[in-house]
């Protein structure tokens, strides 16, 4: 389901369906922070499949079905990759993930992570 962000402001916009970790769904939320509107991407991972009829440009509201815990691209390990990102202000967020050079979802593109956020396997 989707979950709403603390100080989000409407709903959530459905930017990309498709692979990514395993069976992905990209959303944008807008959240006032600082006096500020700021987007986050919130990316749904390793899914087995997305909710019947998402596809990218559908609205989500709070509570609605996003898609189905899963285990694409990780073969065995069911589980829910959940993460979201800052979109930073001179980043148009519809390139990244839209496809081509540069995207989230080119191959070529390493996304870095801090370590502080990966929890211990024990």
Do not use: W
């Not at 459905?14 to 991407?41: A, H, K, N, S």
């Not at 596809?55 to 285990?71: N, Q, S, Y």
């Not at 993460?83 to 390139?95: G, H």
């Amino acid at each position: 389901m989707l979950v709403s962000l603390e100080h989000q402001q409407g709903d959530a916009d459905v930017l990309y369906v498709g692979p990514y970790f395993g069976t992905t769904v990209m959303t944008r939320q807008t959240v006032r922070e600082g006096g500020q509107l700021r987007d986050y991407i919130a990316i749904f991972g390793h899914m087995a499949d997305v909710a019947p009829g998402l596809v990218a440009g559908r609205i989500l509201r709070k509570g609605d079905l996003v898609g189905f815990v899963g285990d694409t691209g990780s073969p065995e390990l069911v589980h829910l990759h959940y993460e979201t990102r800052r979109v930073r202000e001179t980043v148009d967020v519809l390139t990244k993930v839209s496809g081509g050079p540069g995207a989230l979802t080119d191959d070529a593109v390493s996304i870095v992570c801090d370590p502080r956020n990966v929890l211990p396997l024990r």
